[in-house]
């Protein structure tokens, strides 16, 4: 088993120079400096490498248990570990500091995030939801929800979940039934909520002192269909007035019962919860925004959700090269020039293994320049450069959701594969791994969901605009690398993967906007579309990274991370976007297949 470190030197060199620190320049970051982002890594790599990591092979044994009574049983540690993260701080790192928290960028939160999912993806998820929650409740809730609950959130005492999913639906929440009745004869603004939920993380556990469940229901009069639909706050502990009773405790427990937990492929120190909402006179909820707009306003959770979720992704696939790298040059197998040598000396091992570090590299450059531009979003100095950044984000947000996912489900089977037969048994970590990030590609939308959003709503929305704004970036890079004679390769098989993307990109919008046929084609098209968009960017964050590594080397620094660096960005873009690229042909090919296909006859 082997241990986890943080990857802070890479972690800099994306925010020190592939970003070169913008966000602290925004307006809203005076205090910030260079020297506190530094120091803020390093004491997140701590709390990452000391205290979390060591509990992510005992919490995937143990597991989670439900009592009698409807709680839960962490595994060992988890509570106290938990109780670290909140007594330094780290809940509110990226909350404004109106709202209670440190108000430092987001993407020195995000970067904090990936930490904690490589340490500890289990555990890492009861945080990543109470953000959404705080993000959902500062945009969407009165003041009194957001005075009574968001200094508990913020602070991480109280945590948060998302409730969308029941039986009969999951990715359809137009089908959502849970009730919501109004009490006007009762005293206080509230409703009694009657229904259940399934898969909520964190639904139910004793790490917090209470949990604050947003939930989507519909109350009585309300049409079908998503236009039905509103969001509610539901505690797990009432709150009187004032904030805590005399005793110094909460108030009464609320009508919402863990009925069960469900048994996973992985993340098994994650409760993951059936809720039953209203088994007796029905849950107190308050409701939260307009009502109606429910999916409107869960969807400010959805969106910090999607972004956490890579940075979950790209978390586990660094831990997965850890594993990998560590076992390569420890087993000895075979020989090398006449000698016994460690299977990292050969070749099929190496290519796996820069495949690896290679990728996860692109994917996490990539995640922090799209949290980069959500800091320019909410910060930026003029309206105009918010609304730009804003527009990258939507564009941003599904391919780092989806391609960061599928990629490190990948990337950790991988590392299974060159631990070979060790690495199919448990005792090494690196299967865990494997299982753990299988979900990341299904939950907070499917990565169908998110392909079919990108060429869908997104691309459709502007006629592919963002997206041509992020197209010539890519192409200025291109251009950039064709200037440096050793980096001109790189330069053309970049712009050659630019071209691809836009070649695709007017397919899709063609075909997207016909009338009769536009739906289909966006379902054939999207996912494969999705998969190319994300190759490309990735390779232009390499690409990036192979000019900023060559300028340090031609200033004099000899520092093996450079040469890592170039050796990394060579790959990525001359090995692994040429197999992104052939997406372009599946979208050429059309989509008589997939039209003509009956699953009944197979």
């Known amino acids: 088993m082997f241990s986890y470190t943080a990857p802070v030197r890479d972690l800099r060199f994306v925010l020190e120079e592939l970003l070169e620190h913008r966000s602290l320049a925004l307006p809203g970051f005076e205090e910030a400096s260079s020297e506190l982002v530094e120091a803020v890594l390093e004491e997140a790599a701590r709390l990452a490498g000391e205290v979390w990591g060591p509990l992510n092979a005992s919490g995937d044994r143990q597991g989670c248990s439900r009592r009698d009574n409807g709680g839960v049983t962490l595994p060992d540690g988890f509570i106290e570990a938990y109780q670290a993260y909140v ?56 003041d009194a929800l957001k005075e009574t609950y968001l200094p508990r959130l913020v602070e991480g005492s109280w945590t948060g979940t998302m409730n969308l999913t029941e039986p009969q639906a999951g990715s359809d929440l137009s089908k959502v039934r849970t009730r919501a009745v109004p009490c006007p004869d009762e005293k206080g603004d509230h409703y009694r909520l009657f229904g259940q939920k399934i898969f909520i993380t964190w639904g139910e556990h004793d790490a917090a002192e209470n949990i604050v469940h947003l939930v989507l229901a519909r109350t009585p009069d309300a049409p079908e269909g998503n236009k039905g639909i509103s969001l509610f706050l539901v505690p797990k502990y009432l709150v009187s007035e004032p904030l805590v009773n005399a005793a110094g405790s909460l108030g009464e427990r609320n009508d919402v019962t863990c009925a069960s937990i469900e048994h996973k492929l992985g993340i098994h120190g994650s409760p993951t919860c059936t809720l039953s909402f209203g088994e007796g006179d029905g849950a107190i909820g308050y409701l939260v925004g307009e009502e109606g707009r429910g999916l409107n306003h869960m969807f400010t959770m959805m969106n910090e959700a999607r972004h956490k979720v890579g940075i979950q992704g790209i978390g586990v696939a660094e831990r997965a090269c850890q594993h990998a790298f560590a076992y390569a040059l420890d087993r000895v197998q075979g020989k090398a020039r006449g000698a016994e040598t460690t299977i990292s000396e050969h070749l099929d091992v190496r290519r796996m293994l820069l495949s690896m570090r290679a990728r996860t590299d692109a994917l996490r450059a990539l995640a922090l320049y799209c949290a980069a531009e959500l800091d320019v979003a909410r910060h930026g100095a003029d309206e105009s450069e918010r609304k730009g950044a804003q527009a990258r984000v939507d564009v941003l947000i599904p391919v780092v959701k989806s391609f960061s996912t599928d990629q490190a489900v ?193």
């Open 87 to 142: 007594d330094g701080g780290w809940n509110g790192i990226g909350v404004s500091e109106a709202l209670g928290g440190q108000g430092l960028p987001e993407v020195v939160a995000s970067s904090v995030q990936e930490m904690l999912h490589g340490a500890n993806m289990a555990l890492g998820l009861c945080p990543m939801l109470t953000a959404g929650a705080i993000e959902a409740l500062a945009h969407h809730g009165s």
């Open 410 to 602: 990948d990337i950790a089977s991988m590392g299974v594969q060159v631990h070979g037969g060790m690495g199919f048994i448990e005792e090494t970590g690196a299967a865990q791994l494997l299982r753990d990030a299988r979900i990341a590609p299904i939950y907070e939308g499917t990565n169908g969901i998110q392909a079919l959003d990108l060429a869908g709503r997104k691309l459709q929305r502007d006629g592919g605009a963002a997206l041509n704004d992020l197209l010539e970036r890519v192409e200025a890079t291109a251009e950039a690398l064709r200037g440096h004679g050793e980096l001109v390769a790189l330069g053309e098989s970049l712009a050659a993967g630019a071209a691809d993307l836009r070649a695709a990109m007017a397919i899709v919008l063609e075909q997207g906007s016909d009338p009769e046929n536009g739906a289909d084609a966006i379902q054939a098209y999207a996912t494969p579309f999705l998969n190319l968009a994300g190759h490309v960017l990735c390779a232009w964050q390499m690409g990036q990274s192979a000019l900023k590594a060559s300028a340090a080397q031609a200033g004099g620094s000899s520092e093996p991370f450079y040469r890592a660096k170039l050796v990394a960005a060579d790959f990525a873009l001359r090995q692994w976007l040429p197999v992104g690229r052939a997406n372009r042909s599946v979208i050429e090919a059309g989509m008589a297949s997939l039209a003509g296909f009956d699953a009944t006859t197979i």
